[in-house]
DNA sequence: CTTATGATGAATGGATACCATATACCAAAG
DNA sequence: CTTTGGTATATGGTATCCATTCATCATAAG
């Protein structure tokens, strides 16, 4: 049962840093999740003390939310320091979404040779499970299921650095493909398959070579998505501000 | 003299944004420092008010600094919230600069289609100055005009989010390729112009092709230093922790 | 002697109050 | 109409304080 001295203070498995909910992480998804959804549109100026009361916090959450996400590059902070919405380019949203791809593909990658054959076994049921969850039509579950298919390949990559890129690069860009398209969903478990096939043979270009096509499939519909919704919401507001 | 009411609130030039220096920043930039250079080796655990004595801030810049620097995963935290220098892992490290040349390359081509005669003009002077600084062996402002150069490029493709993700994966990577590798200023000059060229016409692919390979160029020499004062550093204080 | 249990200490996230500073805004003066 | 100057506002930072939570260690039980 480990030795228990101070082998390693704290880091000793990276696969259930369980992130426990801190306030500033739960005010930076709620205002990213606007922003992502155009009802918060660029150009909107973030004001800590207005989401403090709004969200029933003190300052400090929303500070450190708002940090975050200028650091992400979802805000922006003038030579004041008030932060506002980005502004969102489509084209450079595509371009994170190709980032997206090769990243997660570089960590497939690394993975090949040093994912543990527990791991991918584990990977494996996450992939079953998520199967069940399609076929009963528990399209919800069977999002979150992919998700940890995913994060589980990710770890096993074992390099914190890429981990965290990803985690950014994740956050950047809109989520919901498998509401969206309708066929995605078997796709997704399909490719999950040939990425664990890759993986058992420790084929790291082919892994990588998969996981990247996966992961690029859906974005071109979530854009479109983004894009409908922003100019949605940006023409009843005002043409053009 | 612009319209001067608010079209643009804040944004109207994303090329001047001065970044008054914050302390967190500064904090920031010191641990990054330490870690980027082997005197902070990982496990290393970093306790807000230690560093906040340190340095002679209180608590508050600190904690905004090991925040920022956690997203840029160069520390992680435990499950208690406590953070530590992460594990070092060089063959992502390697991917990591392949994702910054990618990303780079990305901008270039973005920039293609987006720059203006002005930027281009504004560019080429950075460039020229760094050739004269070359010639007269002022290396550090050489890297200085350098890093200039490349952010005016990177500026002109207009996509915030690619901004952003390049700010950290600057941040994640080692520095000094002017100092270390005799050659490469002069090549750096070259390869400018290059890139000029290639803006000029308009070539995006052209652009982005020798972008990625100009930033990549340098990767190998940084990384065998990075190796070469982690061990070093590794050795003496204790033989494996 | 080893394992389980409990208690203590340390460090964090967060709340609150306060201040100096720098910007944005607005109104009056040229 | 433009410029100038003053005021209000929001921010980063400091200083405390607190509840929670984890790590460590000592003790007790097997």
Redesign the pocket.
Same mark, same amino acid.
């Given at each position: 049962m480990k030795k228990a001295t101070?082998d390693y203070? !704290?880091s000793e498995d990276l696969s259930l840093r369980v992130q426990?909910n801190?306030?500033?992480s739960q005010v930076a998804a709620i205002i990213r999740e606007q922003i992502l959804t155009g009802q918060l549109l660029p150009g909107q100026r973030?004001?800590?003390?207005e989401w403090a009361d709004r969200l029933g916090?003190?300052?400090?959450?929303v500070?450190?939310a708002?940090n975050g996400l200028c650091l992400e590059g979802m805000l922006v902070?003038?030579?004041?320091?008030? !932060?506002e919405v980005a502004p969102i380019d489509l084209e450079g949203l595509e371009d994170v979404f190709e980032l997206n791809a090769i990243t997660t593909a570089l960590c497939a990658r690394r993975a090949a040779s040093r994912i543990t054959p527990e791991e991918i076994a584990a990977a494996e049921d996450l992939n079953e499970e998520m199967g069940r969850a399609i076929g009963e039509g528990r399209l919800q579950d069977a999002s979150e299921l992919n998700w940890r298919f995913h994060r589980a390949v990710n770890i096993a990559a074992r390099a914190p650095q890429l981990l965290a890129l990803l985690r950014i690069l994740a956050r950047s860009t809109p989520h919901g493909s498998f509401e969206i398209i309708p066929e995605w969903p078997a796709q997704a478990y399909d490719d999950h398959k040939l990425i664990l096939d890759a993986l058992r043979v420790r084929d790291g270009e082919r892994a990588a070579s998969i996981t990247r096509q996966h992961v690029l499939a859906t974005a071109q519909p979530l854009l479109q998505r983004l894009a409908k919704r922003l100019s949605a919401s940006r023409q009843p507001s005002s043409p053009l501000r």
């Open positions: 101070e203070p !704290a426990r801190r306030l500033s973030i004001v800590q003390a916090v003190s300052r400090m959450p500070r450190d708002i902070q003038n030579s004041a320091g008030s !932060a």
